[in-house]
């Protein structure tokens, strides 16, 4: 199921991510592929962990200059989670 969290320019607050995260996991889905990255946020966190602790799996976007050595981009970040 397709869940838009960002408006026309891109652009997204952790508090979208955390209600569509939520719908997604509140409405059947098993996996939730995240092709997007930002800072930490307390928001984006506690989706990822409502959704792992709902049996959903999350794949997230590391960044596209993770390669160049730059950290990767939340929620991929948050390797103590250890599903993302």
């Known amino acids: 199921m397709p869940v838009k969290i960002a408006n026309a320019a891109g652009s997204y607050t952790g508090k979208d ?8 996991v509140d409405h059947g889905a098993d996996i939730i592929s995240c ?3 930002g800072s930490p946020s307390n928001w984006v966190r506690e989706a990822v962990e409502y ?3 709902n049996g959903v799996t999350v794949i997230a976007a590391a960044g596209n200059e993770y390669l160049n ?9 948050y390797d103590d989670l250890g599903y993302v």
């Open 17 to 24: 991510f955390f209600n569509g995260t939520h719908y997604a």
């Open 35 to 37: 092709s997007l990255g």
């Open 51 to 53: 959704a792992y602790t």
């Open 69 to 77: 050595g730059n950290q990767p981009q939340y929620p991929a970040a």
